[in-house]
């Protein structure tokens, strides 16, 4: 099956593992006056139109920026060039953005943003997130700070590293073959008729296979068989890998955790093609009419996952 | 493609997410005089001979268990019956275990062990020892505690919730079909002769495949193309998820990155099959003969990847 790309997968930069060992070439990046900036004000980017769709927007380093207090994280070149992600708050009011520069939450602007931009975007917001909420040591309880340009952050007092996290989630869509349906849930926050496919982190001593079938259990007493990858998406609220998966079911009667889910039920093939017609529901727009199915949006690997047995690509 | 089973994987115990909620559930768990407990050594296991192999082996809580001090983490439970691990520090030379039981580490025991018994010390050795590096609160240095038997900790002073963590890390076979050969790398740690998958953890903003060609290039200059994913397997040391993949070559001219990789080389099928019916090497133990290839034992997903391209099983 060749390789289906995600949005946010596929981020161009050149991440250089080798040249950021070298903790003065990070310095001479941060001094070099082509490197871009990407400023983000509580987790928001700054972005523009540019022709049809809309880009992220950078500038260069004020030279009155506090890169002590708020150190420049390095993503990586573009042809040389370093682009760096760091909090606005640095410079409040003096980065130099495009006039029509607006800030927007990824969420929400990736299903317009240029691919490759969403891909930087995703990398940048997991990346500065975790160094916000990782300012001491979680072994002794004292500071910490940032070293190559924030590929990890050590203890200021014990021998301590920590690097960044990326917690494997498993996404799943169950089959029943024979019947032409397949097994979708919902959350109780979400809009009214939106389900979609099942999913939760891999736990402790789990392979991907493993965690399906404990989910797909928790969440609806299914028995999932014969799970197969389909494949992955970095997901960036905030630091998710989402591994998406088909599973066969092995068993038909839906017993679910109420704890945790609202509804789960089988969804019929003319039902999700119904559904793949309309527009995808919108968190916090009204509701549908009642009883229509709504499905997540094409940004979603979930979409990815129920389109591909609805279309009969897998 | 049927699912592999790579060792640490296939964990039996019911890890009883929804009832765990309850924390007098587990309160009553740990006075259930049934309850079983699996005292780990500075990360090491009892374990005892039963029949031709090794089995854990459990005990009942001694009665001066000091579980303030040291919580027992609740695994799951087996036929109903409770399982926790617990630092053996809580009740020194007070566990009841059978006299034949000797301590060991978990990557040399594996091999000799009892499947699923594999699967539980997996999870049991990832679980202690991240609770064991995470007293402390990242976001504010404040001290923490664990809750619902350590499915996650929180702070005793600010709201932040701390869940273990699961690290993603890619492990890839390159293959180059045409001239019957595939890709593999050393780090100068290994002993001499020993060669293996190249792998690398998954980091913010990348895909499994985003991952895979990132690293494939940086430690071989090789470009990966035709990325598919294999099988997965939980890596306890520390908490790793090893997800395995094969791809094709798009080049054939190696280049490696000297601080990262000892050597790199393509080894045709010839050479990979004789050395599959070697024994493999043991870290610490005398090297091989000159020039002689020596692969992962099959504890390792790298040997898993390894044995099936040479045996065509892709």
Redesign the interface.
Known sequence: ???F??I????PLD?E??RR?DESWVTERLDDPDALFLPLRDLTFPMHQEGEGMRLAWSPLPSDADVERHPPLLLGTSDGTARFAIDAAAAPDRFALPEDATFMDLRAAAPVLDADDA??A???R??LD?HQ????????????RHVQGGIYRTCTVCP?E???????VVITVVIDTERERCLLGRQASWPPGMFSALAG??????????AVR?EVA?ESGIEAV????H????W?FP?S?M?GCLADAGSSEINY?E??MDDVQWFTRDEIDHSLGQPAAQLGEPGLPEGALSLPGPMAIAHTLITAWARGDV
């Open positions: 099956m060749p390789e790309r995600n946010f997968s596929g981020n991440r593992a080798a060992r891909g930087i995703a990398q940048a997991s990346f975790w909420r990782h300012g001491f040591c979680a072994v002794c309880g004292e500071p910490t301590a920590h690097f960044p996290r990326t917690d494997p982190f891999i736990d402790h001593g789990e392979s991907i296979e493993d404990r928790e014969n799970v197969r990858y494949s992955s998406q970095p960036p630091s890998l591994i955790d704890w945790e």
